[in-house]
């Protein structure tokens, strides 16, 4: 088995051991649930079908597909180990950091849109009066032969909401409940994709660990916190030091004073006599 059913949950950005940010998204994959077997027997090939996203309320009571709102059939091959009925497939038994997939999703709906926007059309020149042909597409027929617009020709219409299929994406990081992927995936929260191994990278780059950041961020805070220390002992010191020799200037002003004052008695005494 190489394929799980996710669903996109958001994106961010992490950074790798080599200092790259990059962007990434997180999906949950936990709920992949066995519902079907088919044997060589029976159906002539191999494979389980995995429903995710049980229902709160089933439609057929009776089905047990009805309680899922999405079920996708997956092919195993022989070497495979064969699930049974009702077992939870985890993503850490398939994936791993390194390997990498393909992610098929219904992209986002952008409505209905004209050839500028959907097919990146030039459009017009704005020269010579033509004031309302900037963002027209142009001739969109031929002449006489064939007389008509070919099947397919790129013209205005409904733009997004088709399947899509992203290949050749990193998995960051797995666990029993998510899955971290390098890049962006189709379709905007919420959207039940697919997850299909094609691959392992060989030259993978490991995302930083965020386990050491705790014990790095503390030791520089205890080196910060002692700087601080010694600079607040510093600062007292010299405060204590500044406040000592104004003490030392008082009292020197006061023994001048003192030193004066009896002078001045000396000659009021001498003066009298």
Do not use: C
Not at 26 to 44: A, Y
Not at 191 to 216: A, C, N, W, Y
């Amino acid at each position: 088995m190489n394929s799980l059913i996710a669903k996109k949950i958001e994106q961010g950005q992490k950074f790798l051991e080599n200092g790259t940010r990059i962007p990434v998204t997180k999906l949950n994959v936990n709920g992949n649930v066995v519902v079907v077997i088919k044997t060589k027997v029976k159906d002539r090939y191999s494979a389980v079908q995995l429903g995710f996203n049980k229902r709160i309320k089933a439609r057929k009571p009776e089905s047990n597909k009805s309680i899922y709102n999405l079920l996708r059939e997956v092919r195993m091959a022989d070497a495979d180990i064969v699930p049974a009925v009702g077992d939870v497939i985890r993503a850490s038994e398939i994936f791993k950091p390194g390997d990498v997939i393909n992610v098929t999703g219904v992209s986002k709906g952008k409505g209905y849109a004209g050839g500028v926007k959907r097919y990146g059309f030039k459009g017009g020149p704005r020269t010579h009066g033509q004031s309302d042909r900037e963002r027209a597409p142009g001739s969109s027929g031929a002449s006489t032969t064939p007389g008509r617009v070919y099947k397919g020709k790129r013209m205005a219409g409904r733009m997004g909401h088709d399947q899509v299929t992203i290949k050749n994406i990193r998995i960051m990081s797995v666990d029993d409940n998510y899955v971290l992927v390098k890049g962006l995936v189709p379709g905007g929260r919420n959207t039940l994709l697919m997850l299909k191994k094609v691959g392992e990278d060989k030259k993978f780059i490991p995302l930083h660990s965020e386990t050491t950041e705790p014990s790095r961020n503390a030791s520089h805070s205890d080196a910060d916190g002692e700087k601080k220390t010694e600079l607040k002992e510093e600062k007292v010191e010299e405060k204590v030091e500044e406040v000592k020799i104004e003490e030392t200037k008082i009292e020197e002003k006061e023994r001048f004073e003192k030193s004066a004052e009896e002078v001045k008695a000396e000659k009021i005494k001498e003066e009298n006599k």
